[in-house]
């Protein structure tokens, strides 16, 4: 299970640990680093009727990005 830290007092980062295979979803420009053992990809989650009501409904982002520990454990900031 990826592990949550924030970090930080002004303008805080969430810190994400995730070991080999785990994943997580996120919005888009939300990242500030992510390291090389990261894969990131764009997804277009739950098909074109439920991206399109996520995008209208909520505001949020018709593609939701998918990162995945491929290579080994690692660490991003969001």
Request: with cysteine; aromatic share 8%; proline share 3%.
């Amino acid at each position: 299970m990826p592990v949550f830290t924030i970090t930080g007092d002004v303008d805080p980062f969430l810190h994400i640990s995730l070991e080999r295979g785990e994943k997580i979803y996120r919005e888009s420009d939300a990242m500030v680093m992510m390291e090389a053992c990261l894969e990131l990809r764009g997804c277009m989650t739950g098909g074109l009727g439920r991206a399109l009501l996520r995008r209208f409904a909520n505001g949020e982002s018709f593609f939701q990005q998918h990162m995945e520990a491929v290579r080994g454990s690692g660490d991003c900031l969001l």
